[in-house]
């Protein structure tokens, strides 16, 4: 997929109209807040991307709305994307007509790549839960399905909770009556129901993902990436845990096993990597996952997603450096930013939200 011409309007500080990347590695270079992070973005959800952070804030200071339009190409033809953002929310449109995300979310996209994926390898579990939850909603209507109808559960198991605790001289919660007891039953076959199945559907890409990743890391370094999930999928267990942690889910008010406490475990050469490895290594397995991501989504495609990346040379060394630039031109298009140019593609000067076109 290639990207002929982003326009835009009002989009943070972003100045000049229309951006217009060739084929290849085009590299978008300037000093610090200039611009670069935004022009990226622009890009990013242009093309149907996940909102990462508030919407408000991404429309230019004392503007009411912003505005996107991108002409792309793909094998089946050209499209165009526009996306309005308003104080209220974002209209998708594609090829002049009203879309969702769903209905954006059958073309390649972009994967975006910058120094905040450093949070999948050193952040909370929820960083890495919705790394695969974005991804896996993408390709699946089912899973996306699934976990909309665990969290309605997981929501109505946890107000019985919350309501059903009455505490004891002991301060335990054996003082729950049979009807929150009861209730409780109901929503536990619910949670495994569409549990199981989330967690079964997280499996089967893992299984997908990690030679992906694997293969990424050992481009950029030496050691031996795995990827793994904490919770089971045997619905039994599942089943059997809930039931043994009611009195202690009881007393939190919240549940505490399934799919809403997953983790996505990350070893190096068998360690864990948050707790073993160094910042370079963290970030090149960050790196990798994206790349994995990158990797999958074009096998789903059949056709490469556009890359971006964003400070594409902080904190690598020069041979991850390479195997980033080689993996970058091996693409139909990719665009890079930051402070300083990789030596090689095309190169667009950004200074304070003006490029020349
Ligand atoms: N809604 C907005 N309206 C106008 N300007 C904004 C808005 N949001 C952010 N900015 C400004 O955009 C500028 C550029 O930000 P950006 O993150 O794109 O810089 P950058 O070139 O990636 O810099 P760095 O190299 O420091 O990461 C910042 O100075 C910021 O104040």
């Known amino acids: 997929m290639r990207l002929l011409r982003l326009r835009q309007k009002n989009f943070r500080n972003l100045f000049t109209p229309v951006f217009a990347p060739g084929p290849g590695l085009t590299t978008v270079v300037g000093g610090n807040a200039q611009g670069k992070t935004n022009l990226l973005e622009a890009i990013e959800l242009a093309l149907g991307g996940e909102l990462r952070n508030g919407l408000a804030e991404r429309i230019a200071f004392g503007q009411g709305e912003a505005w996107l339009h991108a002409e792309i190409e793909t094998q089946f033809g050209n499209s165009r994307l526009e996306v309005k953002l308003s104080r209220e929310g974002r209209e998708h449109r ?21 120094p905040d994926d450093l949070e999948l390898v050193l952040g909370p579990p929820e960083e890495r839960r919705r790394f695969l939850d974005v991804l ?31 505490p004891t001289s002991r301060g335990q919660g054996e003082g729950a009556p049979s009807s929150t007891r009861a209730s409780i039953g109901i929503w536990n076959h619910e949670l495994v129901k569409y549990g199981s199945e989330i967690l079964s559907l997280r499996r089967r890409m893992l299984a997908k993902l990690t ?21 089971t999928t045997d619905p039994d267990r599942f ?102 140019t990789p030596g090689t593609g095309a190169v667009i000067e950004i200074e304070a939200g003006v490029w020349s076109v």
């Not at 007509?97 to 390649?108: G, I, K, N, T, Y």
């Not at 481009?219 to 990827?227: F, K, Q, R, T």
């Open 94 to 114: 594609l090829n002049e007509a009203p879309a969702s995300l769903r209905e954006l979310a059958q073309l390649p996209g972009a994967v975006l790549l910058g």
């Open 239 to 340: 089943l059997q845990t809930l039931e043994d942690n009611l009195q202690d889910d009881l007393q939190r008010g919240a549940t505490s096993v399934g799919p809403h406490r997953d983790d996505l475990v990350i070893l190096l050469e068998g360690r864990e990597a948050a707790r073993f490895g160094s910042r370079g290594e963290c970030r090149s397995i960050a790196l990798a996952l994206r790349l994995a991501e990158h990797r999958l989504l074009w096998q789903h495609y059949e056709e490469a997603p556009l890359l971006l990346v964003d400070e594409w040379h902080s904190e690598l060394d020069n041979r991850r450096r390479g195997a980033l630039l080689a993996y970058a031109q091996s693409l139909p298009q990719a665009i890079l930013a930051g402070l300083e």
């Open 136 to 166: 896996l909603s993408r390709f699946s209507a089912r899973y996306r399905s699934m976990l909309s109808q665990y969290n309605r559960a997981l929501q109505q198991r946890n107000a019985v909770l919350k309501s059903g605790f009455r």
């Open 211 to 231: 030679p992906l990743a694997r293969e990424a890391y050992r481009e950029l370094a030496p050691g031996e990436l795995n990827l793994e999930l904490s919770e």
